[in-house]
């Protein structure tokens, strides 16, 4: 039957393992790393050392003893040098300290294994368990490192100066200490003790450890929380500064919007009004009727689509994301473009969209505005005729995966002046644009998290890429 001090070495030994479980986790997913490594290595050399102090006690001849004695030696100095690197990284002192531990504790895991540490052929006294008595080369070794882990204990002591919550730990850990110490001084007097104190009173340092790193974890996560709260409210502060942003921009476009009207309204107007004039005469020839009532359908074309890009222009846009056919959406667009166009016969479409999924997240209707403006002007610019090629590709963009569609037109293209104004809202070079086409393709497509591109070289036609993500960012706020 077990002795009850075995037992009791045993149980120790168990939460010693399940305390060195809990840590080497934390140290997987925790926010210090190596501070939890060294705390999990620290308690799974204390089950070892638990399990080999308890057979010493069970053990009932010279040969069992000396087993027990080398499997507890061995995890034994282990400890005392996870207990110095935890203790000094907890401090944040210089590494020099634990790393000579480590190095002592190699050399004295060797020496143990060379039977350097024990002579069997000179059994301890005062007892009546057969336990080999500590050689003096055991004795050498083992002072540098009970030194070493009392310079540990001094930094603990210094730090606990300036930070209270290290004062409990440092108490804690100096009955750890002690206890080592008492088992220690008992071996090299012969006694018969075999690190009982040591085994148990490693507890006090655990507890020491678990309270102040579950402290120290329970802040960031406080502090982490905190900040949270404040991301939210700056995010909401954001978003209102946005829209009052964009308020104040179109606004400030409504000088330039006024300017567009009183050009491209009183135009068309006036020519309507001329006309009308002239129907109202009852000595027109048929022809002739027939080419005002043309002129008059061209001019109410004219005032609709200015009318439209005015309102697209103007109103907020706000996406309905939804699961979207690129490709599909695509070929829709530049069908409905190409429907419109008088001189589509001049123009040779080239579809190449069969090779990528272009399946992603966005408002079908926001998007089919945007890529139908993109074809119609694409189309424009070849009033002698050309080609326009429409490609798409799968491409990441920081990261993200993204769907790029390109529009090549074959026009004459454009020349620095130009390409560098082509963005502004109500900037065109054609006598029937409103200059807000591209304008409102950019809102769009920044609407949905993408981007447009734009390529254009006189003499050799313009390309627009228009990319989007696979799948539409949140930007909302974490909820509460």
């Not at 942003?245 to 107007?269: D, M, T």
């Amino acid at each position: 039957m077990m002795r009850p001090v075995s037992a009791s070495l045993v149980a120790m030994a168990g939460a010693y393992a399940v305390a060195a479980a809990y840590w080497a986790v934390m140290s997987v997913v925790g926010r210090a790393p190596r501070e939890h490594r060294a705390l999990a290595l620290y308690c799974l050399s204390l089950a070892v050392f638990s399990v080999a102090t308890a057979c010493t006690w069970e053990a009932r001849d010279p040969a069992a003893a000396a087993t027990a004695q080398l499997l507890q030696i061995i995890p034994f100095m282990a400890a005392m040098a996870f207990f110095t690197e935890h203790a000094l990284r907890i401090v944040a002192a210089p590494p020099r300290g634990y790393r000579i531990q480590r190095g002592l504790a190699i050399l004295g895991g060797c020496a143990a294994a060379a039977g350097l540490f024990f002579d069997p052929a000179h059994p301890d006294v005062g007892g009546a368990r057969p336990l080999a008595s500590l050689t003096p080369a055991g004795l050498l070794l083992l002072a540098p490192m009970a030194a070493l882990c009392l310079h540990a204990l001094s930094h603990l002591y210094r730090a606990a100066r300036r930070d209270r919550e290290l004062v409990a730990p440092a108490l804690l850990c100096t009955l750890t200490f002690a206890g080592g110490m008492l088992d220690l001084i008992n071996r090299g007097l012969g006694l018969n003790t075999s690190y009982v104190f040591g085994a148990h009173g490693a507890a006090f340092s655990l507890i020491g450890f678990t309270y102040l790193a579950v402290g120290r974890i329970t802040r960031v996560d406080a502090a982490l929380a905190e900040q949270k709260e404040l991301l939210a409210a700056s995010y909401h502060q954001m978003r209102s500064t946005q829209e009052e942003l964009v308020k104040k921009e179109q606004l400030a476009a409504v000088g330039e919007l006024s300017a567009v009207i009183a050009h491209e309204v009183r135009n068309p107007l006036a020519i309507i009004k001329n006309a009308m004039g002239g129907l109202r005469k009852g000595t027109l020839e048929p022809e002739d009727a027939e080419t005002l009532l043309s002129i008059l359908d061209e001019e109410t074309d004219r005032l609709n689509r200015l009318v439209d890009d005015l309102l697209a222009y103007a109103r907020p846009i706000a996406a309905h994301p939804g699961p979207v056919d690129l490709r599909a959406l695509v070929a829709r667009a530049v069908e409905l473009a190409a429907g419109g166009h008088p001189d589509i016969e001049r123009v040779e479409v080239e579809l190449d969209l069969s090779d990528v999924d272009g399946a992603v997240e966005g408002d079908e209707a926001l998007l089919r505005h945007a890529l139908i403006n993109i074809v119609d002007n694409a189309l424009q610019a070849m009033p002698d005729g050309g080609t326009l090629t429409v490609t798409m590709a799968a491409v990441a963009i920081d990261d993200r995966p993204h769907v790029a569609v390109r529009f090549h037109d074959t026009g004459e293209g454009m020349d620095t002046q130009v390409r560098s104004r082509a963005r502004d809202p109500f900037f065109t070079t054609r006598q029937s644009g409103t200059g807000l086409g591209l304008a409102i393709v950019e809102r769009v497509a920044r609407a949905h998290g993408g981007t447009v591109e734009l390529e254009s070289r006189h003499g050799q036609g313009t390309t627009v890429t228009f990319s989007l993500p696979r799948e539409r960012g949140s930007l909302a706020p974490p909820q509460s």
